[in-house]
């Protein structure tokens, strides 16, 4: 009996989450999917004008550095539907829908190629900024962004109501950047940015597509099928065939991407262990993962040759076996005394801008203080002479900034007004003017103090009778 409610309440907990994570459940027609994956393949019309313009604000958002702009070119950039569009076709057998897909991509590509390149090889700033820079050289990141960057636009796609999945998924994975990264490196002939730019182009086309069609599969739209059992098999197998061509490398370079990454996370830590040292420091450090070579330029006491020795041989102990560790010292004259400048003037420069930053705020923030307290004094005399105004009888109006201490609480900050009056004033017309004056000065933290001829008699009464006391 326990195991049959245990079995019940498995299968219910299996039945809600099947139905809440179900992809099928608000899934639109397989016919709507692939005619709008279809639609985006197409690169006629108007679609070439309008990569050609996301391709200048992309490539002057580059040149001026300006990720802004940047981001706005991604948006409007149609690189993605030939990309989607041969992921679909490799899902449903449709090789014809594959070849246009890739062709219009290669012209797509082309095109962005030319025109960048076009646009660098006239504009006046030829140095490559950050934005550019960071397009050279892709890691693991870059693939998985990819793979899930495709997966969430195949789902955004394929639901009855479209969804601003695919503009997003275009910021995320950024496929025109690299192009025109790339475009960068043949105007100003430094081949290693086309490489690097390429390489990442080629990581979100490939990873894009391989997420679409596996997101088609699970989503089970209808497979093609063809009238001829041999021509089908040979379809399918040259699909098999692209499919594998293009994992295989890019697993591989997916690969090397991680291994290039742990090998810099394991230098890095390397580093930081073995050369905190208390009269040497070191300067700069270059990590190469392609000839496994670390290198660093110390200042300070120099180390000895036995000490150099042993951190050597510790490097098989950091998982960093086979690696040549290269160290510069005080009287080296392989010391790059150019880097090392730059590196202290860049460490000044960002603890300059830090301190100016905190004391910009700190300016800021007296400003608004100050701001308040004019405020606060401007108020105060239309505020006294309204009082006045209804109430002859006062005499003095004190109006000034408090704070209330009481046990167990935070202090309070409030406005005090004190009244002199010539006459004792009624409790109504006390509470007229406390909710008058929590009305004018727009807060409730406020306190009203009355000060009345009685009260002055009293005050006066308790100091001649203190008074006469102190005298005896």
């Known amino acids: 009996m326990l195991n049959a409610k245990t079995a019940t309440k498995r299968h219910r907990l299996i039945q809600l989450l099947t139905q809440r994570f179900s992809l099928l459940s608000d899934k639109a027609s397989d016919q709507e999917i692939e005619r709008r994956i279809r639609d985006g393949v197409e690169l006629a019309g108007a679609t070439p004008w309008i990569l050609m313009f996301a391709i200048f604000i992309a490539s002057v958002g580059l040149n001026v550095n300006s990720t802004a702009v940047i981001i706005g070119a991604m948006l409007i950039s149609p690189l993605m539907g030939p990309i989607m569009g ?50 050279t050289t892709p ?52 081949w ?30 209808e497979r093609h099928g063809f009238t001829d059992a041999r021509m089908a098999k040979r379809v399918k197998l040259s699909l098999l ?45 270059k990590i190469n993962p392609a000839t496994r070579t670390i290198e660093v330029a110390l200042i300070g006491a120099p180390l000895s040759q036995t000490s150099l020795q042993s951190m050597q041989g510790r490097l098989a102990q950091a998982k960093l076996a086979d690696t040549h560790l290269v160290v510069h010292q005080s009287g080296d004259n392989r010391i790059d005394v150019t880097a090392l400048k730059s590196s202290l003037l860049s460490e000044l420069y960002l603890n300059g801008q830090e301190t100016l930053r905190q004391k910009d705020e700190q300016i800021k923030k007296m400003q608004q203080e100050l701001a308040v307290k004019n405020l606060l004094t401007e108020q105060a005399a239309s505020m006294a002479a309204e009082l006045q105004a209804q109430y002859p009888t006062v005499t003095a109006i004190i109006i000034s900034e408090g704070f209330r201490f009481q046990p167990d609480a935070a202090r309070a900050k409030l406005l005090q007004l004190t009244i002199h009056s010539g006459r004792r004033l009624s409790d109504d017309e006390k509470s007229r003017i406390e909710n008058w004056f929590r009305i004018r000065s727009k807060t409730d933290a406020v306190a009203v103090n009355f000060i009345e001829p009685a009260a002055r008699h009293a005050v006066r009464h308790k100091r001649s009778k203190t008074g006469k006391q102190h005298s005896h």
């Open 241 to 285: 065939a692209i499919a594998l061509s293009t994992a295989i490398p890019s697993t591989y370079l997916a690969v090397e991407l991680v291994n290039d990454e742990v090998f810099k996370s394991n230098a890095k830590l390397f580093i930081s262990r073995e050369f905190s040292l208390q009269e040497t420091q070191v300067a700069s450090s």
């Open 86 to 135: 041969a992921g679909l076709g490799i899902a449903v057998y449709d090789f014809n829908l594959v070849k246009r897909a890739l062709l219009n991509l290669g012209i797509a590509t082309l095109i962005s190629l030319v025109v960048s390149a076009l646009y660098f090889s006239v504009s006046p700033l030829q140095d490559a900024q950050s934005e550019l820079l960071a397009r």
């Open 139 to 190: 890691n693991v990141w870059d693939v998985l962004i990819a793979i899930f960057g495709g997966l969430a636009g195949i789902v955004g796609i394929t639901r009855q109501e479209k969804s601003n999945v695919i503009p997003g998924v275009a910021i995320a994975t950024a496929l025109m950047p690299p192009v025109c990264t790339a475009g960068y490196g043949v105007a100003t002939g430094q």
């Open 192 to 221: 290693n940015f086309v490489g690097g730019a390429l390489y990442l182009y080629t990581i979100n086309c490939v990873f894009i597509g391989l997420a679409t069609t596996i997101g088609i599969r699970l989503l089970r739209l």
